[in-house]
């Protein structure tokens, strides 16, 4: 325990800006793609699977390349100021988000918000990295991630209870923009790290970062980890992207509603309806264990080499995915959301860790930006995987559709999609739950899982060829 008064107060304050905003951001993110998706009638947008991976895809990955130039600006003008320019275009986006309804509108607003949070992640990290040691970086960006995590989890636990109760996506989105906004009473409290003071011109400084990246690129051992980190993140933004999707169309979550009816009623009375649990609320069970068992995880991996750690974390974490795309059985995505979770803690914070133990002092937000460059590459993929593949494998509005044609059945236009399911049921004799299984059973969508495991597993497999034949030896 001696290990946390090692840290300065600046990173316990750095750590609490990161849970305010994380809670902000996955209030919404984690009920963004049913937002994006489900239907009208529900208060959702009614979106197509593809639309809804373009825009997840693209936004999240101009979030991740921004930081390349948004680390400059920070190690220029200075991390406070940056900071609080990041929290005023957050909280504005956050209002002015569910205003829009059309695709270009929202896909606009999207953006808009993605450029508030470029500009915050290269500067809380490099503030992480700036305020820890060698001897402290394992256990202090554990401890980082775990505040990501405990935002990740409280966050949609609030917005869904909202959304529930009112009706609405409305209140999540003003929510979460007042969550954010707290962030600026806690700037009172940030002391401005050491860095060092840059008076050359900013397109200069911009050039020179370019060329800096560049110059990294051509190294081809550093370009083949980049592609390698970016399929792990093609697998993992399956959990925001296309599992709460495939939950809400597919699986049975009457399990955990009849477990909490009986136990722990606040849960399924505020989390659930018609005795299913909302799917963001199962998939937020991967928040909870993180928040749980990160610290002695992160322990347990503290003394591992950070490649060791991340081609371990990479495997498991491709099971635990796989494993959540498989089966209609609720109980049995849980477990595989644990076990997601285990290599989620093993890799992810390895990651980060890697990257500001091989930073230069005075360069920290700039290396933190370029660490994001698989994350954003990731995301791309991930929409796409999130989008056209799962719409051509499991989706089911595409497949009941494909069902009627098939079938000859005409059906009135105009329908929102839980209408159309209706009529569809009922037009085949069918329960809704019924037209379910038989999808299921005809068209096996859970073969999505396939994709994401050799995407998964090609990550692993390539990381470990790199750390045995690419890496020099010593």
């Known amino acids: 325990m001696n290990i946390f008064k090692k840290f300065p107060r600046t990173f316990w304050v750095a750590n609490t800006i990161e849970l305010f905003e994380r809670w902000a951001w996955y209030g919404l993110f984690m009920l963004f793609a049913n937002y994006l998706t489900g239907s009208t009638d529900a208060g959702a947008l009614g979106f197509t699977q593809a639309q809804k991976g373009l825009m997840m895809g693209t936004g999240v990955s101009i979030l991740y390349f921004l930081p390349l130039i948004t680390g400059a600006i920070a190690d220029k003008y200075g991390y406070k100021k940056v900071l609080l320019l990041a929290f005023v275009i957050y909280t504005s986006a956050f209002i002015l ?47 980082f991630y775990m505040m990501v995590n405990i935002g990740a989890f409280v966050g949609p636990l609030l917005t869904l209870i909202l959304r529930n109760n009112s009706g609405s996506y409305h209140l999540v989105f003003y929510v979460s923009a007042f969550i954010v906004a707290l962030n600026f009473i806690m ?23 370019f060329r800096n990246v560049f110059t990294a690129l051509r190294d081809y051992k550093f370009l083949i980890f980049l592609l390698l980190v970016a399929g792990f ?37 505020n989390y659930g309806i018609n005795g299913q649990m909302d799917a963001e609320f199962i998939t937020n069970f991967d928040a909870l264990f993180i928040i749980i068992f990160q610290i002695m995880i992160s322990t347990l991996v503290m003394k591992w080499k950070p490649l060791h750690a991340m081609m371990t974390g990479f495997l498991v974490c491709s099971i635990g995915m796989a494993f959540t795309l498989m089966t209609q059985n609720v109980l049995f995505t849980v477990l595989a959301l644990f076990i997601f979770s285990i290599g989620e803690m093993s890799s992810s914070p390895k990651i980060t860790e890697y990257i500001g133990r091989i930073a230069p002092q005075d360069k920290k937000a700039l290396y933190m930006g370029c660490s994001f460059i698989p994350v954003c590459i990731g995301s791309i993929f991930a929409g796409i995987v999130s989008g056209n593949v799962y719409a051509a494998l499991s989706d089911k509005d595409i497949l009941v559709y494909k069902e009627i044609t098939e079938r000859g059945i005409p059906l ?46 090609a990550a692993a497999t390539g990381l470990f060829l790199y750390d045995r034949f690419l890496l020099n030896r010593k």
């Open 233 to 269: 993140w093609t697998m993992y933004y399956q959990l925001f992207y296309t599992l709460p999707v495939f939950i809400s169309q597919w699986v049975d979550t009457s399990a955990v509603y009849d477990f909490f009816a009986g136990c722990i009623p606040f849960f399924s009375n």
């Open 187 to 209: 700037m009172l409290f940030y002391k401005e790290p050491e860095r060092e003071i840059n008076n050359e011109p900013f397109s200069k400084a911009i050039a020179t970062v």
């Open 97 to 143: 988000l569910p205003q829009f309804t059309t695709f270009t509108g929202v896909f606009i607003m999207y953006i808009y918000l993605a450029i508030g949070a470029a500009l915050f992640k290269p500067v809380i990290s490099a503030t992480i990295a700036k305020t820890t040691t060698d001897e402290t970086s394992s256990i202090g960006f554990g401890i």
């Open 412 to 457: 009135s236009n105009g329908l929102s999609k839980s209408e159309y399911f209706a009529q569809a049921a009922a037009q085949m004799n069918m329960t809704a739950t019924g037209l379910t299984q038989h999808l299921w059973d005809k068209y096996h969508p859970s073969s999505i899982w396939t994709v994401v495991f050799v995407i998964g597993l």
